[in-house]
C-alpha cells in the first residue's frame, strides 16, 4: 500500500510529466487544486483518472460521485483509505502519522514504504533524551544531541545503514554543496535527511513558530534544477521549494546535520530484536518528561540554578516554552500499544480506550505548563501546590499506561518466546 507521501509524490508527477501543469511551483499539501494548481472540473476528474491509469490508484465510482475534491491533501487522503479493500476500516485503524519525533519519522516514512512495519522504531520515543541546561531551560534539541542510538537499532531491526553526509569539520557551504550534489543525484529508494532551520522557512506554517526551530526533512529533486521536493513525514507534509530558500535555512547557524539511507535490503524486525529494543527503551519506575518538569520548577522556586547561581521565578516561562513538543512524543504509546493489540488480536475497544488516556496525558502537560506561566507571571508559590498536584497526576497516568503496555508486551513476548528466559536486563 502507498504512503499518503508516496500519493502526494504521484499527484506532481501527474500534473508535471502529464498534464503539464503552468502552477506547479504551488504544489504543497495544502495547496488547493482550483485556486493554486489553477485546475477546473474537468481537470481534477482527469488527474483522478491519470492516477488511476498510470500508477494504479483506483476510486470507486461512488467516490467520485460524493467526494469534493479541494486540496492536494483531500486528494491524498481519499486515495490513501481507498487502498483499503472495499473500502473496510483497518482494525486498529488509529492516527499512525502523529507528529512526534523528526528524525525517527524519516526513517519511519522508509519502512512504511516497504510495506513494513515502522511501530516498532517508536519504542524509543515515549522517554526520548530531553536536554536541560545549566539554568533549567528543557529543549528537544541540542548541538550536543545525538541520534546513534536510532540509528544503532534502526540498522539492527531493519537492516539499512544510515550515514551521515554531513561534516562538521567542513564549513556550510561545503555542506551545501555536498548536499546539492546528492539531491541532483538521487535515486529511487533513496533518502536524503537534512536538519534546517524551519523559521527560516517562514512560508511553512506550523504551531510552535519556534526561533529557531531545528527539524529534520528529506529533499529531492524535480525536473526544475532550482527547485527541490519536499518531503516532511514528521509533519505530513509534501511540496515544492526554492532551492536556495531550502539552503539558505540549512546554513543557518542553529542547525547542523544530515544523513543518507537506502530501502535496499530492508527486512521486518526479527522478534528478538523487537524484544531486546523494547527491553531497552522501557522503564517502569520512571517518567523523564514529568520528573524533569518537577525539578524545574522545584529549582525556580528554590531560585538557584545548577551552577549555584540565581535564578529568577519569572525565568520559568522560558525555561518550559519547548514542553509542547516534548509531550507529543508520550503519542508513541499508541504506536506500543497497537503493534502489541495487534500481534495478539486484543480487542479495538480497549485500545480505543488507551489512546484516549494518552491523549488525556499529552494534554495535560498543556495544562502544567499554564499554571507555570501563571506562577512566573504572579509569582504566587500557591500556584505550585496546584503544578505538583498535576505532575503526581501525570506520574500516575503514565505508570497506567506503562503498566499495561508491560502486560500485553508480556504476553507477545511469552508467545514468542515460550520458554525463554525473560528477565529484562539492566
Not at 483497518?90 to 507528529?99: F, G, Q
Not at 528554590?302 to 519569572?314: F, H, M, R, S, T
Not at 507555570?372 to 508559590?381: D, I, P, Q, Y
Request: glycine letters at 4%.
Amino acid at each position: 500500500m502507498l504512503t499518503p507521501q508516496q500519493i502526494a509524490e504521484r499527484i506532481y508527477r501527474v500534473l508535471g510529466e502529464d498534464m503539464e501543469n503552468s502552477y506547479l511551483a504551488n504544489f504543497q499539501t495544502t495547496a488547493k487544486l482550483r485556486e493554486d494548481l489553477g485546475l477546473d472540473s474537468s481537470s481534477i476528474l482527469q488527474l483522478m483518472v491519470l492516477l488511476e491509469v498510470k500508477h494504479g490508484l483506483e476510486l470507486s465510482e461512488d467516490a467520485v460521485m460524493a467526494e469534493d475534491f479541494e486540496s492536494v491533501r483531500s486528494v491524498t487522503k481519499v486515495l490513501h483509505d481507498a487502498q483499503w479493500a472495499k473500502g473496510e476500516k483497518a482494525y486498529l485503524d488509529y492516527e499512525e502519522d502523529i507528529k512526534l519525533h523528526c528524525f525517527v519519522s524519516c526513517l519511519g516514512e522508509a519502512i512504511k514504504r516497504q510495506g513494513l512495519d515502522q511501530r516498532t522504531l517508536y519504542f524509543g520515543v515515549w522517554d526520548s533524551e530531553i536536554m536541560v541546561d545549566d539554568q533549567y531551560v528543557i529543549s528537544y534539541h541540542s548541538e550536543t544531541i545525538s541520534h546513534d542510538f536510532f540509528i544503532d537499532w534502526f540498522r539492527r531491526l531493519y537492516g539499512t545503514e544510515v550515514e551521515a553526509w554531513y561534516r562538521h569539520d567542513r564549513t556550510k557551504d561545503e555542506n551545501a554543496a555536498t548536499l546539492e550534489e546528492l539531491v541532483s543525484k538521487r535515486k529511487d529508494g533513496e533518502h536524503i535527511m537534512v536538519m534546517l532551520d524551519m523559521f527560516a522557512l517562514p512560508e511553512r506554517v506550523n504551531e510552535f513558530n519556534k526561533d529557531p526551530f531545528p527539524h529534520y526533512l528529506m529533499l529531492g529533486p524535480t525536473a526544475d534544477p532550482d527547485t527541490w521536493f519536499v518531503f516532511d513525514p514528521d509533519y505530513r507534509y509534501e511540496g515544492v521549494a526554492p532551492k536556495e530558500r531550502l539552503l539558505n535555512a540549512m546554513k543557518q547557524p542553529s542547525v547542523a546535520g544530515g544523513y543518507m539511507f537506502r530501502e535496499q535490503g530492508m527486512h521486518a524486525p526479527h522478534p528478538a530484536d523487537i524484544k531486546d529494543y523494547y527491553e531497552v527503551c522501557f522503564h517502569a519506575d520512571v517518567n523523564p518528561t514529568t520528573e524533569t518538569i518537577r525539578a524545574t520548577v522545584k529549582a525556580h522556586l528554590a531560585g538557584v540554578d545548577k551552577n549555584g547561581e540565581p535564578l529568577a521565578l519569572d525565568h520559568l516561562r522560558v525555561a518550559l516554552t519547548e514542553v509542547p513538543i516534548l509531550s507529543i512524543r508520550k503519542y508513541a504509546y499508541e504506536h506500543g500499544l497497537a503493534f502489541f493489540f495487534r500481534e495478539l488480536v486484543l480487542p479495538e475497544e480497549e485500545f480505543d480506550g488507551w489512546c484516549e488516556v494518552i491523549e488525556e496525558l499529552v494534554k495535560t502537560f498543556k495544562l502544567v505548563q499554564f499554571q507555570s506561566l501563571k506562577l512566573a507571571a504572579t509569582g504566587n508559590r500557591d500556584i505550585a501546590d496546584k503544578i505538583f498536584a498535576l505532575l503526581d497526576q501525570q506520574d500516575e497516568r503514565e505508570r497506567k499506561i506503562k503498566t499495561r503496555l508491560h502486560e500485553v508486551y508480556a504476553l507477545w513476548r511469552d508467545k514468542m518466546f515460550p520458554r525463554a528466559d525473560h528477565t529484562i536486563r539492566a
